[in-house]
């Protein structure tokens, strides 16, 4: 089906024609059209129009109000514009038509897509997202990275964008060879110790982490070893590199584990650690030294910026290649840049990355431009996160001070979650199971929506209490709203079926809930041209936030006007829990059916 115009498009375009038809002078001038408290809709484009003009914007705003069709005079069979009038310095304030409001609903109804197109401008988005490093346990720093990363996926995608994931996972360095070299020494520790679990993998990797660290830094002799063992892994041996890929395939249990109880899907083919670009790496440093983009200082290979330099006035440069011939992280992120755009034909490379790395990645992007990988028509975008906090403003931390691990905070969620259903459960009849299975969607997606509803470049502070309220600003309270929606349409009999009704007056709570639902899709075009997720997150809470007023105000299968205006309301109902039920499904969050 065709996309359905908005009625704020509706409006624009009757406004632009009369003002074309009025004031021909005005060439294609902006009406300048907005959501206003005073009516529906405020057009302020005369101010500016009269002073190009040289008239008054009165007068002139009074000469467009002459063209427009307004209902109930309109010749227009399915007039939009109910009431206009001229208020201050030349504004328009516009009324629109119940009717108009109702057709409208009816046609996004009418649309599996609820009427939202596809991105005109649609290409190829890489998103770097979710990096957990290999033989380390995740913590609460890895979750803004993977719930913002997986909510732009999910509206990008859903906007006609074809998007390749991409987790850039930590799986390179000195470490490993400590830890492959005690694996030689000790190869008891993981051999006939597959792991059932996450946990049991994670298990696994400390104690044998542990064990290597201690004896590294006890052992001379064992150190040495240890640093051969890297250049053998990095050389490419048999032996090194298949001990190497059992940490690999040990951790992506533990991973997979945690990203399932975080609701996120992740596949083999999307994970593309840091030794994916090792064999990019020498040319890489070859090219950017040939162009002159990159220059040796001390021995080492440095990109140089006018704009960035140390404490001490000298500059800072991004170094591609240390003096002793070792790669830094920003050999692999230019080599994986190439790949991406080269390879994989990308016209948008997104990073979902901590803001703390907001420089190093100004100097990539800048890199990769000069040298020409980047341009006009591919370019990065760092889409920089802010901080999880403690309910004390801090840096959220263990009460011994450590990192919070990020599986026992989803457990507590879920936990914290469960027990909030069990005191409603009673009314539902729900068993013990479906208790767990809702305490696990209404847990994590309010762990996701707390992070989602903030602005991704903001620290938070992560509140359990607050995340599972009813009241508020919590997913709980979207999700209570679609399951009293749902709740509704189920208690309706055989007789009263939704439907809409274009004949008939709205009630006050009625329009404010339609012209709400008629935004859905201008908000996700914002959200996916802006990256900001938490906008979409906002929509949805006052759309939950409406209903209730309309809940509150409107009986619905026991409506005054009889079942024309049952159907209505039940129509509203219906495609407010389709909205309520895409939106969040593009934050990643479920919708249980009865809560």
Request: hydrophobic share 40%; proline share 4%.
């Amino acid at each position: 089906m065709a996309s359905v115009p908005s009625l704020a498009a509706s409006v624009h375009q009757r406004i632009a024609n009369a003002l074309s038809a009025a004031l021909p002078e005005a060439g294609s001038a902006d009406p300048l059209l907005r959501r206003s408290d005073r009516a529906d809709f405020q057009a302020n484009g005369m101010l500016a129009l009269a002073k190009r003009l040289k008239g008054n914007p009165r007068e002139l705003a009074a000469q467009v109000v002459e063209r427009l069709p307004v209902a109930p005079h309109s010749a227009d069979p399915d007039p939009v514009i109910a009431d206009i009038e001229v208020s201050g310095p030349g504004f328009l304030n516009i009324t629109v038509a119940d009717s108009a409001i109702t057709a409208t609903l009816a046609a996004r109804a009418a649309d599996d897509r609820l009427g939202i197109p596809f991105a005109a401008d649609a290409g190829t988005t890489v998103i770097d997202y979710a990096q957990p490093n290999v033989a380390k346990e995740m913590h609460v720093g890895h979750l803004r990275s993977a719930v913002i990363g997986d909510a732009m996926v999910k509206i990008l995608e859903f906007t006609g964008e074809k998007v390749v994931r991409r987790h850039h996972i930590g799986d390179w360095g000195t470490q490993f060879g400590m830890l492959i070299q005690y694996l030689i020494e000790h190869p008891h520790e993981l051999d006939h110790r597959d792991a059932a679990s996450g946990e049991e993998a994670m298990s696994n990797l400390n104690r044998l982490y542990k064990a290597a660290r201690a004896l590294f830094d006890a052992d001379q002799e064992f150190k040495e070893r240890s640093r051969r063992r890297v250049v053998d892994l990095q050389a490419g041996d048999e032996e090194t590199i298949a001990l190497w890929r059992k940490f690999v395939d040990e951790s992506k249990i533990y991973f997979y584990s945690v990203f399932d109880k975080l609701d996120i899907e992740v596949h083999d083919p999307d994970v593309v650690g840091e030794s994916g670009y090792n064999d990019m790496l020498a040319e890489t440093c070859r090219l950017l030294e040939e162009s002159g983009v990159a220059v040796r200082s001390e021995g080492a290979l440095c990109v140089f910026f006018d704009d960035v330099k140390g404490p001490d006035g000298n500059p800072v440069p991004l170094i591609v290649q240390k003096s002793d011939g070792g790669f830094g992280y920003a050999a692999t992120d230019l080599s994986a840049i190439r790949d991406r755009v080269q390879n994989l034909q990308a016209d948008t490379l997104l990073y979902v990355v901590d803001a703390r790395q907001a420089l190093h990645f100004k100097m990539v992007f800048e890199t990769a431009r000069r040298i020409g990988w980047l341009n006009e028509k591919t370019h990065a975008v760092q889409l920089a996160f802010g901080t999880v906090l403690g309910k004390d403003g801090k840096p959220f931390k263990t009460r011994e001070g450590e990192t919070v691990r990020l599986e026992d905070l989803l457990d507590e969620a879920t936990e914290r979650a469960a027990a909030v259903v069990r005191e409603k459960s009673e009314k539902l009849g729900l068993t013990e199971q479906e208790i767990l299975e809702r305490g696990g969607q209404v847990g994590i997606g309010a762990v996701k929506y707390a992070d989602l509803s903030t602005s991704a470049s903001r620290d938070y502070k992560f509140d359990l209490d607050q995340m599972v309220s009813l009241n508020g600003d919590t997913s709980v309270y979207l999700q209570y709203a679609y399951a009293r929606i749902q709740s509704i349409l189920r208690r309706a009999d055989e007789t009263q079926n939704p439907a809409a009704r274009p004949e008939l007056v709205l009630a006050p709570a009625e329009r404010a809930l339609g012209l709400h639902l008629d935004q859905f899709a201008e908000i996700l075009a914002e959200v996916s041209s802006s990256y900001e997720p938490h906008k979409l997150a906002g929509y949805l809470y006052q759309l939950a936030s409406f209903f209730t007023t309309f809940y509150d105000q409107c009986p619905v299968l026991k409506a005054d006007g009889g079942p024309a205006e049952v159907a209505n309301r039940l129509f509203l109902c219906e495609l407010t829990g389709r909205t309520l039920r895409q939106g969040m499904s593009l934050l990643g969050i479920r919708t249980p059916e009865r809560l």
